[in-house]
């Protein structure tokens, strides 16, 4: 015969949110740095298309 499982506690359920959100706040954040860097032509962790092209002409 099935058991009801126990609840999960406010605290817990609440420290699995924030984690998750912080999570998810840091890769936007990451994405609007690297938006803002190839806007200002800084980019260096993100090789274009174009990149490769001019890379291979160079060889």
Avoid: H
């Avoid at 506690?9 to 690297?34: F, H, M």
Wanted: net charge positive.
């Amino acid at each position: 015969m099935a058991v009801p499982k126990k609840r999960t506690s406010k605290s817990k359920k609440n420290s699995r949110l924030a984690n998750w959100t912080r999570k998810a706040d840091l890769e936007a954040k990451k994405a609007l740095a690297l938006a803002k860097s190839l806007l200002t032509g800084n980019q260096t962790s993100l090789i274009s298309k174009i990149d490769l092209e001019n890379f291979s002409k160079l060889n």
